[in-house]
C-alpha cells in the first residue's frame, strides 16, 4: 500500500512540475509616485549628483548625548544572547561606540568610493558605483548591480568590491559595481506614501535609471536584496543578464517541495538531499517551524506597526544598536546565542558592524508565484538563516546554473565570506560568459 501512494504522489508531483513549468509569465512594471504631496507638474529631474558622506559635530554631540543618557538593565543569568542582546556585554558595546569608535576615520572609508544620489518617482535614491581601475587594454568590464537587506547597508560590499572590480588573478573577470540603498536605507529617502513600498524600488524605471549606462547586467542579493533583485529579473529579464543570490527561502511551497519534507528524510537520493540537508530540515518541527518564529518576531511587528517601534529605535541609538547586532549574531551562527558575547567579534570586527548600523534605517513579497527564467546561481552558505536545499532552488528559478555549497559562513555571507562571494560570482558569471574558469 506505501507503494501505491508512494508511486502516485510522485507521478502527481512530476505532472504537476511539468504542467508549472511550461507555463510562463513576465511582469508589467508598475511605476508611480511615492515622493511628497503629488506629482509635479512639470518633468521629473533624475540627473545623477555626486554625494559626499558626513558627519557634523552638532550630529556627532547629540549622538554622545543619547548613548550617555540610556539607562542599562541587567539580563537573566546565564541566559547569554537566547533572549536577546545581553545587556552585560551591550554595555562594552556602547563603551567602545562613545569612547574609541572614530567617526571620522570611518567616514572617510565610506567615502573610499564614489557616491551619487538621483531621484525616481519623486524620492532621492542613493548608491555607490565603482569603476575598474587601470582596465587593461582590450578588456570590457562586466557591470553588476549588488543589493544589500535588513538589518544592512551598502557598507556590506566594502570589502568585495575590491575583489571584483581589481581581481588579483589575470583570468578573473573584471566588474563595474553598482551598490544602490534600498529607499528607507541609509542615505536612500523613505517612500512618503502608504502601500507597497517595494514597488518604488521595482519599475523599470528604477532598473533603467541606475543602469542607464548598461544594456544588460548581472544582479546579486541576499535577505531584501534578493526580493529587489529576484524581482528586476520577472520585469527585465532580457536586460538581467544573470542572477547571483545567497539567499532563496520559498516563498510558494509547492508539491515538489512538500513531497521532500515528507519523504526525503526516508529517501533522501531522491530529492537530491545530502547529509547536510537532512540535518538542517529535520526534525521539521524544530527545524522549520520553531527557529523560524524564533527569529521573525521582529519581522511581524515592522510589517504591521512600523511607526510604533520606529520610534522607539529612531530617538535611542542603544536601542537601534542591540536590535541589528543581535540579529547580526544569531543569524551568522545560532550557536552563537549561547555565548556571552553573542560571538560578534569571531566573524566582525566593532568598527565594521557600527559603520554599518549607524547608516541603517528601519513583508509584503510581489509576485512570489511567478518564476525565474533568468540564468541564476546560488551560493549556499551552511549557517544560513534559513537553509534551501537545490531541489527548492529550481522550484522558483527555473534555470538553475550553479549551486555551490559553501564551505563556510552564514546570513551575512558577503560581510563574513567576501572572498568566497566573489569567487562565487566570479565563477557563475565565467559560466554565463563562456570563460574559462
Known amino acids: 500500500m506505501f507503494t501505491e501512494v508512494l508511486v502516485a504522489l510522485v507521478v502527481g508531483g512530476v505532472i504537476y512540475f511539468l504542467v508549472q513549468k511550461s507555463k510562463r509569465h513576465q511582469l508589467k512594471s508598475e511605476d508611480g509616485w511615492w515622493g511628497e504631496g503629488t506629482p509635479p507638474d512639470k518633468e521629473e529631474d533624475v540627473s545623477i549628483r555626486p554625494y559626499t558622506v558626513r558627519m557634523d559635530n552638532e550630529e556627532l554631540q547629540d549622538l554622545y548625548t543619547r548613548i550617555d543618557q540610556t539607562q542599562s538593565f541587567p539580563s537573566l543569568e546565564d541566559s547569554q544572547f537566547t533572549y536577546g542582546f545581553n545587556s552585560q556585554y551591550l554595555q562594552n558595546v556602547v563603551s567602545y561606540w562613545r569612547h574609541d569608535f572614530d567617526w571620522r576615520r570611518q567616514v572617510e572609508k565610506l567615502n573610499k568610493y564614489p557616491h551619487y544620489k538621483t531621484n525616481i518617482e519623486g524620492i532621492d535614491v542613493h548608491y555607490v558605483h565603482v569603476r575598474p581601475k587601470n582596465l587593461p587594454e582590450g578588456v570590457t568590464a562586466v557591470p553588476l548591480l549588488m543589493v544589500h537587506g535588513w538589518p544592512g547597508s ?93 539567499f532563496a527561502p520559498p516563498s510558494k511551497p509547492g508539491l515538489p517541495m512538500v513531497l521532500s519534507i515528507m519523504l526525503g528524510r526516508r529517501f533522501p537520493k531522491m530529492f537530491g538531499f545530502n547529509e547536510h540537508d537532512i540535518q538542517r530540515i529535520y526534525p521539521i518541527v524544530q527545524n522549520l517551524v520553531v527557529e523560524s518564529v524564533k527569529e521573525s518576531g521582529y519581522m511581524h511587528i515592522q510589517a504591521t506597526k512600523p511607526d510604533t517601534v520606529g520610534r522607539g529605535l529612531n530617538d535611542s541609538p542603544v536601542c537601534l544598536a542591540a536590535y541589528i547586532l543581535e540579529k547580526i549574531s544569531t543569524w551568522t551562527d545560532h550557536d552563537f546565542r549561547t555565548l556571552d558575547d553573542g560571538g560578534l567579534t569571531r566573524k566582525f570586527s566593532l568598527v565594521d558592524l557600527l559603520t554599518n548600523e549607524n547608516f541603517s534605517k528601519g513583508l509584503d513579497q510581489p509576485h512570489s508565484k511567478m518564476p525565474v527564467h533568468v540564468p541564476t546561481g546560488f551560493a549556499c552558505f551552511p549557517n544560513e538563516l534559513m537553509h534551501t536545499p537545490k531541489l527548492w532552488v529550481q522550484q522558483k528559478y527555473r534555470k538553475l546554473k550553479t549551486f555551490t555549497p559553501m564551505a563556510r559562513g552564514g546570513h551575512f555571507a558577503t560581510m563574513e565570506e567576501p572572498e568566497l562571494m566573489a569567487q562565487d560570482i566570479q565563477n557563475f558569471t565565467k559560466m554565463q560568459e563562456k570563460r574559462k574558469k
Open 154 to 246: 551598502f557598507y556590506e560590499f566594502y570589502r568585495m568590491i575590491p575583489l571584483l572590480t581589481e581581481p588579483s588573478n589575470p583570468g578573473d573577470i573584471v566588474f563595474e559595481v553598482v551598490c544602490p540603498s534600498i529607499p528607507g536605507y541609509c542615505f536612500s529617502e523613505a517612500p512618503h506614501k502608504k502601500g507597497k513600498w517595494l514597488e518604488a524600488w521595482l519599475g523599470s524605471r528604477v532598473t533603467n535609471v541606475l543602469t542607464r549606462d548598461f544594456q544588460q547586467f548581472y544582479a546579486h542579493g541576499g535577505d531584501w536584496g534578493w526580493i529587489v533583485t529576484t524581482n528586476m529579473a520577472q520585469l527585465e529579464p532580457k536586460i538581467i543578464k544573470g542572477l547571483h543570490l545567497n
